[in-house]
């Protein structure tokens, strides 16, 4: 890889931040390799010959004097077959294979010698191909059909491809105007892959989180921030849409978390079958795991190469979703290293480039018609760690501006064991219209109302407990004892959903409904007994526990028997005197 | 001319040269012209005319410049006066069984009189990451003998769970309780505790009550007291995580590391990047606050293939009381959970003062039940909580509009949190309780409750070990407060 390149010299070091003399031929953002180890380092400027590079790895015995070499090309990614079901570090270096202690050098960067089994596909040698044309297909051992492109940067006649069978990690699959293409193929993580139309979201990406897909839903292809203090549910929510989203690849970016958590989301995805393929829901997944003991710098590489990979089976015509745990971690490495190379800072210490890096990384969720001409979404789903819980610091208020959706956590809610503690108080989705137009399409017209009626009620109740506060429950007329009671009701029956639970954990669109649907009778129910002259106090006693219950009593599917709930409670408050 | 040898790590120079003179000093700063050949972060011996040798750690090298950072402090050296050499690899200390029953400084030297750590192997005090593909999920409780983390915010092993504390309140007491009663049921337990800043007051009552448990050998004491030197704070809780990691990871044992206080450790570490004239972040802390202190937590956990683990409870105090502060604030982002202690239940005269509510143990659902501590475990405590949610909006709605206001239920709450404050959460800071006598009066609380209450059991755990409702603060579970009943010492 560095064969012909120049080497210059290291002259300073302080901490993850090199600087370099004598090294020619070298961009921005290229990387170079420092030391005896060549730890990989990217470039962020060169000045009067001077490269400041932000190394990858510890530094720790790197010398003045030290030889840096360049790799040629910026910070790339191998993308491949052997990517789903894998864990790998920020660079991509797979950490399956690796020792338990991670000493610099320690990773290899290129995948073991691993052999798929390549069908290509039917197409006569001189055809001309464009950018992203199927060569063949992989299918892998969970039965994933992983395609092999022509990559972006080429066009022209076929001259070779070849026949089908095992092939290596580095075996030429076909030859295209003169380019060899391989099963693997290197994209700078900095840049996007190009698609050839960017469309509008339009269906919602169902997660089986009834807050998300009832209130504030999320369509594919677009973007979510998840803020919220330290226990308040973040990685909860983000574990919960790896297991359940409609999709056909997750990649989770575990950025400056912890080691624990993502071991056990693995053991969990390792244990759980994805309904559709039948195969263990980790081989969907790409999990880039760069925790908060690991190399600082790497969490700023973790979000590009998270997000490249998405984009890579994106172009094979895939519906993907990127969760980042957390985005703050990433925005803290830029600020660190920024303060580090004396640049100088805006807002609480971040680089002033901090709103841009977070919109353009935001921008890169899409759902694209591809070059292949198939239709595919990257849809991004970023967790947010404000310090001190406070969303107005710069990371949570910068990227509310560019996201499509926001799922606030609350710490209140959190302590009250409200989970998951999605606000809906301080929560959106820009996209709520059009998948409204989307459920009218799948025969539910009545969501629009159904949401519209139980958001307003939930506001309601809301302002009703401040007064109860002041004047005690007595003081309120019927009405609107009934409004808080059917805002206990949405809260505990709907918003309040268990991802211990079996049978809570993931709910269907359908049951989703139907547990609306109960909740909202059950409150035209009450109010017609106020109007039949029962008193409120009368209609509180109620035992309403069946409707509480309900989420966790029928299967994650059976809205038929959220239904035949619902009638039975019906009618025993219709025997109410 | 280094008498160490070196563990692995980058080559050695091939001889350490003096380098004399310096050309800046202040502070814990050094800076030393004309150097060749030094590496980032490796130690610098430096001496005085005395003869005094101070150690010292690279933090940046440009051109021919070394920026030393001296672990004793500069106070006494004449730029003009000292030399410096360099000995070409990173901070590190010999591990082995020596440090158990032993009294240390921050640096790993001999506090107790006896002779200094000698053995061939050595590690280096930063550690090195662990590959999170090799962890394995943290399933066993360790049992702290007392009953309100026993029974709500179980400890599990390879977990990190802090205690956040204010001035004034225990936590060193806690703490110190903690590593002299812990235990994982007869397995192989060994406890390192690091003390950092503490004054001599606090260390001397913390060896005395620690001192039987070091005699026998299980103990490791790291104490950096109030006027060591701040670099060497900083250093404290690596020495100790690194002879924790070797404990778990090469001699299969389970060790629990307790790390008080975080606090002062915060700001040494702030200290130290303001001589470094580094831009301050949140009141001051660096801007790598969180990196620096998950270098630390992240220390902990177990690894597959591996029989040992490491286990963390880190003691920090609050400044001023508020939980948004960076100290804490970084510490709940990176830690499983956190224990609240609270002024408000220290008033009342609880000890340990414990604010159940802010309190959590996140791995504690993997830690218990069936096999780990008893099977109505979980369900217990879930219960118990909900039940103290629920008298504190009693309590709550009785201030505000008056105990009139008050359901006859809500008033039965309210008996149900002084029973629980009374007799589960309230002990003596040398009683180290039994899993079983936990449960004993775990349920004897929720006994206060009518069984209606208790929506969150199942029927057989409440035909099992429901004892009927106790409505008198005299009652039963009341006298089991006074004297504890001496329980088995199977651990469920
Ligand atoms: N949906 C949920 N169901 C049950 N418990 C939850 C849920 N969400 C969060 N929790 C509880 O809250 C704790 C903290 O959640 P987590 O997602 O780790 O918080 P964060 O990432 O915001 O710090 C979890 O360990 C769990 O006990
Ligand atoms: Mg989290």
Redesign the pocket.
Same mark, same amino acid.
């Given at each position: 890889m560095s064969v012909g390149a120049a080497t210059g010299r290291v002259v300073r070091v302080n901490g993850p931040l090199v600087e370099v003399a004598g090294l020619s031929g070298v961009a921005a953002l290229d990387v170079v390799e420092v030391g005896p180890l060549r730890i990989p380092a990217e470039v962020v400027s060169i000045r009067d010959g001077l490269l400041t590079a932000e190394a990858f790895e510890y530094t720790g015995g790197l010398r003045v004097g030290d030889v840096a070499v360049s790799s040629l090309r910026p910070l790339s990614a191998r993308l491949g077959p052997g990517l789903l079901g894998g864990v790998f570090d920020g660079l991509l270096r797979p950490l399956a294979e690796a020792p338990t202690w991670l000493t610099p050098g320690a990773l290899a960067e290129h995948p073991s010698g691993a052999s798929w089994p390549f069908a290509p596909a039917s197409i006569d040698v001189g055809t001309v191909l464009s950018p992203g044309a199927t060569l063949g297909t992989v299918t892998t051992g969970s039965g994933f059909v992983h395609r092999v492109l022509v990559p972006p940067d080429v066009h022209g006649a076929l001259t070779w491809l070849a026949g089908p069978g095992a092939t290596g990690d580095d075996d030429v699959v076909a030859t295209v105007a003169g380019r060899a293409v391989n099963l693997w193929e290197e994209w700078p993580v900095r840049w996007p892959r190009p698609v050839r139309e960017r469309l509008r979201p339009f269906a919602p990406l169902v997660t089986g989180q009834r807050v998300v897909d009832l209130f504030f839903p999320i369509a594919h292809g677009a973007t979510a921030a998840v803020p919220?203090g330290?226990?308040?549910?973040?990685?909860?929510?983000l574990q919960?849409i790896v297991k359940w989203a409609d999709v056909e690849v997750v990649v989770f970016i575990g950025c400056g978390e912890r080691g624990n958590?993502l071991a056990d989301a693995m053991a969990d995805l390792t244990a759980l079958n994805d309904p559709a393929t039948g195969a263990s829901l980790r081989e969907r997944t790409v999990v880039i795991a760069n925790t908060s003991n690991m190399p600082v710098m790497a969490r700023v590489a973790s979000v590009y190469t998270g997000m490249t990979v998405a984009e890579y089976f994106r172009d094979m015509g895939y519906r993907v979703v990127v969760l980042a745990d957390s985005t703050s971690r990433w925005a803290e490495a830029m600020r660190e290293f920024s303060s580090r190379s004396g640049e100088l800072p805006a807002e609480e210490g971040y680089p002033a480039s901090l709103s841009s890096s977070l919109a353009a990384f935001y921008e890169r969720a899409s759902r694209v018609t591809t070059l292949g001409g198939t239709e595919g979404s990257v849809t991004l789903i970023g /967790?947010i760690s404000p310090a001190g819980g406070d969303m107005t610091e710069p990371v949570t208020s910068q990227t509310v501006r560019y996201v499509r959706c926001l799922w606030s956590?609350d710490r209140d809610l959190?302590y009250a064991r409200h989970?998951?503690a999605v606000t809906w108080r301080h929560s959106f989705s820009l996209d709520d219209a059009s998948i409204a137009n989307w459920h009218a399409t799948q025969g539910r017209s009545g969501w629009v109302e159904a949401r519209a009626q139980a958001l307003a009620l939930l506001a309601e109740a809301d302002r009703l407990s401040s007064v109860v506060e002041l004047v005690g429950l007595g003081a309120l007329p019927a009405r609107e004892r009934i409004v808080l009671l059917t805002g206990r009701l949405l809260r505990e029956a709907i918003l309040q959903?268990? /991802?211990?639970s079996e049978n809570d954990a993931y709910c269907s669109p359908a049951k989703q409904a139907a547990l609306l649907d109960m909740v909202l009778s059950v409150h035209d129910k009450c109010l017609s007994l106020i109007e039949g002259g029962l008193p409120a106090s009368a209609v509180e006693e109620i035992d309403l526990s069946t409707v509480t219950r309900a989420r966790d009593e029928t299967g994650p599917d059976d809205a038929e028997g959220v239904t035949r709930l619902r009638d039975e409670v019906l009618a025993r408050m219709a025997s109410e005197p | 001319m280094s008498a160490v040898p070196a563990s692995g790590g980058p080559p050695e120079p091939l001889a350490p040269l003096e380098y004399s003179g310096a050309s800046q000093v202040g502070g814990p700063l050094l800076v030393v012209h004309g150097v060749e050949g030094v590496g980032w972060d490796e130690i610098a011996r430096v001496r005085l005319p005395s003869g005094e040798l101070r150690h010292g750690l690279v933090l940046e090298v440009s051109g021919d410049t070394a920026i030393v950072e001296v672990l004793q402090g500069t106070g006494g050296i004449d730029p003009d006066l000292v030399s410096t050499a360099f000995e070409g690899r990173p901070f590190d200390i010999p591990v082995g069984d020596g440090w158990l029953g032993r009294v240390w400084n921050g640096m790993g030297e001999p506090l107790d009189g006896g002779p200094p750590m000698l053995a061939s192997e050595r590690r280096t005090v930063n550690g090195s990451p662990l590959n999170p593909s090799q962890r394995d999920v943290p399933s066993d409780p360790v049992f702290t003998g007392v009953s309100v983390i026993d029974s709500l915010a179980t400890l599990v092993r390879g977990q990190k769970l802090p205690v956040f504390s204010s001035a004034g309140l225990p936590h060193l007491q806690l703490a110190t309780q903690i590593a002299a009663q812990a235990n994982v049921a007869g397995e192989n337990f060994k406890v390192v505790v690091a003390a950092m800043g503490l004054t001599h007051a606090d260390a001397a009552t913390m060896r005395e009550v620690l001192e039987s448990r070091a005699a026998s050998g299980d103990l490791v004491l790291v104490l950096d007291t109030a006027d060591d030197p701040v670099v060497q704070r900083v250093l404290t809780p690596r020495v100790a995580l690194t002879i924790a990691e070797y404990l778990a990871f090469e001699r299969d044992q389970h060790v629990l590391v307790i790390l008080a206080d975080m606090t002062s450790y915060c700001e040494a570490v702030r200290e130290v990047s303001a001589a470094r004239g580094e831009v301050p972040g949140r009141r001051a802390y660096p801007g790598y606050l969180y990196s620096d202190l998950a270098s630390l937590y992240e220390r902990c956990g177990r690894i597959r293939g591996h029989a040992g683990s490491v286990t963390l409870v880190p003691v920090l105090t609050m400044p001023g009381g508020d939980i948004t502060h960076p100290v804490p604030d970084l510490t709940g982002?990176i830690t499983e959970g956190q224990i609240v202690l609270s002024p408000d239940v220290q008033a009342s005269g609880v000890y340990p003062p414990v604010d159940v509510l802010s309190t959590?143990s996140?791995l504690m659902r993997k830690g218990v039940g069936e096999g780990r501590t008893r099977a109505d475990h979980m369900a217990l405590a879930a219960q118990i909580i909900a039940a103290l949610a629920r008298s504190r909006a009693a309590r709550e709605l009785a201030d505000l509009i008056g105990a009139d206001a008050l359901t006859e239920t809500d008033r039965i709450y309210l008996d149900f949190e002084d029973a629980f404050y009374r007799d589960l959460v309230n002990q003596s800071p040398d009683e180290a309780r039994t899993m079983p006598e936990t449960f004993e009066r775990a349920w004897g609380v929720i006994s206060v409750l009518p069984e209606r209450e208790l929506t969150m059991m199942p029927a057989a755990s409440i035909a099992a070990h429901y004892r009927g409702s106790l409505r008198k603060a005299d009652g039963p579970a009341a006298e089991t407060g006074e004297a504890p009943e001496p329980s088995g010492d199977d651990h469920g």
């Open positions: 919220g330290f226990g308040t549910g973040k990685t909860m929510l919960q958590e /967790a956590l959190a989970y998951p959903q268990s /991802a211990m | 982002y959590l996140r």
